[in-house]
């Protein structure tokens, strides 16, 4: 029997009002990861992944609502806390490393001292010890000279070298889950190697599980174990990283999977795939896919293909799964 999950989404709806309309962003997200796991999140822009994640750890914008869900974490409802007891676990329990890190840092306070904020707030580490590890953290994120640096404000950084020291300040008290919104994409792929390699050692040696969300598809097969394909703000294909390199079935996942291999490893553009994707301003009446699917039928249109099991760890939301698997064969 495996054991319980570390998170478990479970049909997670986020909604966002805007003027004139709603947006529609997360439609009936459920996924678990347990100890040890690092689960990869890919699709196009929009698709749903910053604001699944987000919206779940307590750090959605005003004008978002979470309509409906549950986000278990250790056997707390994390949708069901209050704002204190939500930043009690993020930093601690669960680091969180944002797409933008210039919004995340503090840009009137030195770097070292928000590396070792984190751990002074959390109770994680006395001040000798914080100080001790903050300039370990910063050498093991490959920013040279630490003890210099570590006075330096946030704006004295390039945009990679931030992107480290938010990395640094989400494994500062050594939590049991990263969530990572494109943690690597503005660092050159020698400095993202080290970073994922130091990930890779922190899992091995912690049991550390991570949640990434990435654009770049051969980082997400190459460093997680499970695949997560979004479109329209819900999962399209969910699947092991092995199986979803030999077997991914989903016409999206199968359009994804054919534009990295056309643009070549890094992936950034959809060009194999019709049209491109649209904001969602009401609930999809059908699979949200459709107007781009080359495979897609009447019943496409008017019926929500909803996930379901298409193998031992693979799950698939689409009508024709059957047909598009033996096309591809
Ligand atoms: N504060 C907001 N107000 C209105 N709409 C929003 C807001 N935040 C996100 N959205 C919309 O919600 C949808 C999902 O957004 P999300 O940021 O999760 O996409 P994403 O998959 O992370 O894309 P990207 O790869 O560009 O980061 C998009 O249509 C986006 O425009
Ligand atoms: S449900 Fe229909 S439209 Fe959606 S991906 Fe499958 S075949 Fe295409
Ligand atoms: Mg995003």
């Given at each position: 029997?495996?054991?319980?999950?570390?998170?478990?989404?479970?049909?997670?709806?986020?909604?966002?009002?805007?003027?004139?309309?709603?947006?529609?962003?997360?439609?009936?997200?459920?996924?678990?990861?347990?100890?040890?796991?690092?689960?990869?999140?890919?699709?196009?822009?929009?698709?749903?992944?910053?604001?699944?994640?987000?919206?779940?750890?307590?750090?959605?914008?005003e004008?978002?609502?979470?309509?409906?869900?549950?986000?278990?974490?250790?056997?707390?409802?994390?949708?069901?806390?209050?704002?204190?007891?939500?930043?009690?676990?993020?930093?601690?329990?669960?680091?969180?490393?944002?797409?933008?890190?210039?919004?995340?840092?503090?840009?009137?306070?030195?770097?070292?001292?928000?590396?070792?904020?984190?751990?002074?707030?959390?109770?994680?580490?006395?001040?000798?010890?914080?100080?001790?590890?903050?300039?370990?953290?910063?050498?093991e994120?490959?920013?040279?000279d630490?003890?210099?640096?570590?006075?330096?404000?946030p704006?004295?950084?390039?945009?990679?070298?931030?992107?480290?020291?938010?990395?640094?300040?989400?494994?500062?008290?050594?939590?049991?889950?990263?969530?990572?919104?494109?943690?690597?994409?503005?660092?050159?792929?020698?400095?993202?190697?080290?970073?994922?390699?130091?990930?890779?050692?922190?899992?091995?040696?912690?049991?550390?599980?991570?949640?990434?969300?990435?654009?770049?598809?051969?980082?997400?097969?190459?460093?997680?174990?499970?695949?997560?394909?979004?479109?329209?703000?819900?999962?399209?294909?969910?699947?092991?990283?092995?199986?979803?390199?030999?077997e991914?079935?989903?016409?999206?996942?199968?359009?994804?999977?054919?534009?990295?291999?056309?643009?070549?490893?890094?992936?950034?553009?959809?060009?194999?795939?019709?049209?491109?994707?649209?904001?969602?301003?009401?609930?999809?009446?059908?699979?949200?896919?459709a107007?781009?699917?080359?495979?897609?039928?009447?019943?496409?249109?008017?019926?929500?293909?909803?996930?379901?099991?298409?193998?031992i760890?693979?799950?698939?939301?689409?009508?024709?799964?059957?047909?598009?698997?033996?096309?591809?064969?």
């Amino acid at each position: 029997m495996q054991e319980q999950p570390l998170l478990s989404i479970d049909n997670l709806h986020v909604k966002f009002s805007r003027s004139e309309d709603e947006v529609f962003a997360v439609n009936g997200v459920s996924f678990a990861i347990h100890a040890n796991e690092s689960l990869g999140i890919v699709g196009e822009s929009g698709s749903g992944k910053s604001v699944t994640l987000m919206s779940s750890i307590g750090l959605l914008r005003e004008n978002g609502k979470i309509t409906s869900g549950t986000a278990n974490f250790l056997g707390k409802d994390l949708l069901k806390l209050r704002p204190r007891q939500l930043e009690d676990i993020r930093g601690r329990d669960i680091g969180v490393v944002f797409q933008d890190p210039m919004t995340s840092l503090n840009p009137v306070m030195r770097i070292g001292d928000q590396i070792m904020e984190a751990m002074l707030t959390h109770q994680y580490a006395g001040r000798r010890e914080a100080f001790e590890r903050t300039i370990q953290l910063l050498h093991e994120m490959g920013i040279p000279d630490p003890k210099s640096r570590f006075k330096n404000y946030p704006h004295e950084f390039s945009g990679g070298m931030r992107q480290r020291i938010m990395i640094a300040i989400a494994l500062a008290c050594e939590p049991q889950l990263l969530i990572a919104d494109e943690p690597t994409t503005a660092l050159d792929v020698t400095v993202q190697m080290q970073i994922l390699a130091l990930l890779q050692d922190l899992r091995r040696k912690h049991g550390m599980s991570v949640v990434m969300v990435t654009h770049d598809f051969g980082l997400a097969t190459n460093f997680c174990d499970k695949i997560i394909v979004m479109y329209g703000g819900k999962i399209m294909e969910m699947a092991t990283t092995d199986q979803f390199i030999r077997e991914a079935t989903h016409p999206y996942s199968i359009g994804l999977k054919r534009s990295i291999i056309e643009v070549g490893h890094k992936g950034k553009e959809i060009i194999s795939i019709p049209k491109s994707a649209k904001t969602l301003t009401e609930t999809p009446a059908g699979c949200p896919f459709a107007e781009r699917c080359t495979y897609k039928t009447e019943r496409c249109h008017h019926e929500v293909p909803e996930l379901r099991t298409f193998g031992i760890d693979h799950q698939i939301a689409c009508h024709h799964a059957e047909e598009v698997a033996s096309y591809a064969v």
